[in-house]
């Protein structure tokens, strides 16, 4: 007993009075952690636990998920359908008909004008599985643009291209349950702690069983590098370069597995020759990381039996990003770790549905990883959707970060946006300000009317959010698991599922096509489609992905369990059935500090928070634990400018600045500062976002800028007015 204390004095948890828990699926992150909510005899929502026997969180929730009941009476949700005829009127309420029948003329008076893809659609991470299909069946087959695609454009894209461009399809190929097997661990641009508290919690829980190396690439010293055996602070944008550096002495020193690279892999002439000029010596000047670290490094992954990488937005969200995915998947490739239990890569994904939305919604192609450059894929949807296959584009459309450009260019004419909240996501949001001011009609359908966007609508759709709707999510790990129908959606808001089927029928296509009326209608027709693709749920059914608190995929009709692993077989989806090993030289091309711009601009996430504050803005323990925007700086920078701890200073960069708190610590390194990103008119206000050339991703977390002081309290009045909730 610590200090003597004999007695004890257990937390007790205030009595809520539940009656009955109910089974769901976090609506946060991609952890996946399935949860209870607990209803009281009134019927009312008034606690969350974690679900004990899942295997994902055993459990387990975070700050966020403990809190997740509250969601249901959270301010500032939308009731109502809202209509104005010009962006200067106020919003007022009209029928859902009205609002439909808006919409939908809309969208064909665009698109008679100006062709068919005029009218843009950009969706979210966080709907049901099930929905997105609908969403996809309804976009691609009856409205019928090609400028379709998801915010998750600016989380995961550049994994999804470069699983694409080394195995040939999207798809994580390891789990969770590697950290019981692997022998060494390499986590790059990860913050787990923070980002994904219960996977960081599945992982301490094997270190503790079984010690093994961690090793934790990032520019900060964060909470996750804190635990590391070894931390490489890598200089912004240059991971590329260490991961080929690592390539390099594995082969040199001859520590590949030669057989599983002639077994399984093909690649290019110049393959082995553009490795020659990653030798560590040259490799250290680019990337910060002295040469000897890096022999270390490599040999210490190449010789463990089983050794895996997980990665996160540090390699995503970079102008090399597609880039960095593939250079891990070599250095993976080359040392037989593919496919292995406790080996192989595993990306960890941003949004609770990011998955579903990369597997069903049909944004880069069609359902169930099909691709709208296969003359085949396009004929067998085409006939199971009951349309003209010459209905579907033959190569896929802009991606969300090409669409807000194309309506500078005046290419694009209206938006619809659906649970996505650009004014606060996207890079330099002074020009995705005049973008979205420059459109004949925006749409935005979501959960909240208070979202930021909604200030620049004609239309606002009020939509059901998370467990107020039932459906599927698929986690980082393919693990396909349920949300039950909590309670009821305030006022008149419906299920997104709804909208997108009453928009359906005011087309052609539409009503030619049969839509899902349910999500469970939606996930038979995915399970029929998904036989024999890489994704196969066809052995799964809601009740069966309830009653195990779960599935992974693949898992075909018959199928006892899901399957922890891809390829572990060495065989991949391209022809040949072999992954590639790509050639990746390194070009610096991003904006660096320079004279007029000293300091690192990188950003990232709190634990407190989710994306754009949208939900956790509205929960009071989530709101006081982290109220506002702050800024690392390290205390030899802010003393040499004279920048004292919590004093709020302005940051400038070539876009436009923010003002933030400073916050003194040794997190950062002197040339660096960090911001949490979540935060309405603060770190995209300065951001660039160039794009990687492959995903369209971009390069949130690498730009200069200069810090000035700021009167502190003109300062704290700006801070307050910024963010209402
Ligand atoms: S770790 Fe992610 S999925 Fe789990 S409770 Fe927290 S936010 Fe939800």
């Avoid at 979205?436 to 609508?457: F, N, P, S």
């Amino acid at each position: 007993m610590l200090f003597g204390r004999k007695q004890r004095n257990p937390i007790k948890i205030a009595d809520k009075g539940v009656v009955e828990w109910r089974y769901a699926t976090c609506g946060y992150c991609s952890t996946g952690c399935a949860l209870e909510i607990g209803i009281n005899a009134n019927g009312t929502p008034v606690a969350t636990r974690g679900a004990a026997g899942a295997d994902v969180n055993r459990g387990k929730l975070c700050i966020k998920g403990i809190f997740e009941h509250e969601l249901f009476t959270s301010s500032g949700r939308g009731t109502v359908p809202l209509l104005r005829e010009r962006r200067s009127a106020p919003l007022a309420p009209v029928t859902w008909d009205a609002a439909l029948d808006r919409t939908a003329s809309e969208i064909k008076r665009i698109q008679a004008v100006h062709g068919r893809d005029a009218f843009a659609v950009v969706s979210t991470g966080q709907l049901l599985t099930e929905e997105f299909y609908t969403l996809g069946k309804v976009v691609r087959g009856a409205i019928g643009t090609n400028n379709y695609d998801g915010n998750t454009t600016l989380c995961m894209a550049s994994a999804v291209s470069g699983y694409k461009r080394s195995f040939g399809s999207d798809g994580p190929p390891g789990c969770y349950d590697d950290f019981e097997h692997t022998r060494c661990m390499l986590a790059v641009g990860s913050n787990l702690p923070e980002q994904h508290p219960v996977i960081y919690w599945r992982l301490k829980e094997a270190r503790e069983k079984r010690h093994f190396p961690l090793i934790v690439v990032d520019p900060r010293v964060t909470m996750f590098a804190q635990m590391a055996d070894i931390h490489l602070p890598v200089t912004p944008g240059t991971d590329v370069v260490l991961l080929n550096s690592l390539a390099h002495v594995i082969l040199n020193e001859k520590l590949e597995d030669r057989n599983y690279i002639n077994e399984h892999t093909s690649r290019s002439n110049d393959f082995e020759k553009n490795l020659e000029d990653f030798a560590p010596d040259k490799a250290a000047k680019v990337c910060g990381i002295d040469a000897d670290t890096i022999r270390l490094v490599a040999r210490t992954y190449a010789k463990a039996k089983a050794a895996m990488t997980i990665w996160t937005m540090g390699i995503n969200q970079s102008t090399h990003g597609s880039d960095g995915v593939v250079a891990i998947n070599n250095l993976n490739l080359i040392t037989g770790n593919v496919g292995r239990p406790g080996g192989g890569g595993l990306s960890i994904t941003g949004q609770c549905n990011a998955m579903g939305t990369r597997e069903w919604s049909s944004c880069s192609g069609l359902p169930g990883y099909r691709l709208l450059e296969e003359p085949a894929h396009r004929e067998e949807i085409a006939r199971f959707w009951g349309i003209d296959p010459e209905f579907f584009p033959k190569k896929r459309g802009l991606a969300q970060t090409d669409i807000f450009p194309a309506i500078e260019a005046g290419q694009i004419k209206g938006l619809w946006l659906i649970a996505t909240n650009p004014m606060t996501s996207m890079p330099n949001s002074a020009r995705i300000r005049k973008m979205l001011e420059k459109l004949e009609i925006l749409v935005v359908q979501d959960a909240y009317a208070d979202v930021e966007t909604v200030r620049y609508a004609h239309l606002y759709l009020p939509a059901a959010m998370w467990a107020e709707k039932e459906g599927c999510f698929t986690n980082t790990e393919r693990r396909v698991n349920f949300v039950t129908k909590i309670t009821e959606p305030p006022g008149d808001a419906k299920p997104d599922h709804w909208i997108f089927a009453e928009l359906a029928k005011r087309f052609e296509n539409g009503r030619k096509m049969k839509v899902p009326q349910t999500t469970a209608e939606a996930f038979e027709e995915m399970r029929v489609l998904s036989k024999g693709r890489l994704c196969d749920i066809s052995g799964m059914t809601h009740a069966r992905i309830k009653a195990e608190k779960g599935i992974q995929w693949p898992c075909p009709d018959g199928a006892t369990t899901g399957a922890p692993r891809l390829y572990t077989d060495g065989h991949f989806r391209y022809a040949d059935r072999k992954a590639k090993l790509i050639t990746l030289p390194f070009e610096d091309n991003n904006e660096r500090p320079d004279e007029a711009y000293p300091f690192w601009l990188n950003s990232g996430r709190v634990v407190e928070h989710f994306h754009t504050r949208t939900k956790t803005g509205k929960i009071g323990n989530l709101n006081k634990f982290s109220p506002t925007p702050y800024m690392e700086i390290n205390p030899d920078a802010a003393q040499a400018l004279g920048v004292e701890h919590m004093q709020y200073v302005r940051l400038v960069s070539r876009r436009g600045d923010a003002v933030v708190m400073a916050q003194l610590t040794h997190r950062v390194p002197r040339d660096m500062v960090f911001i949490p990103f979540h935060f309405h008119d603060c770190v995209n206000r300065l951001s660039l976002g160039l794009l990687d050339p492959y995903s369209r991703q971009p390069a949130f977390k690498q730009c200069a800028v200069r810090i000035e002081p700021v009167a502190q309290a003109t300062a704290g009045r700006l801070n307050a007015a910024m963010r209402r909730f």
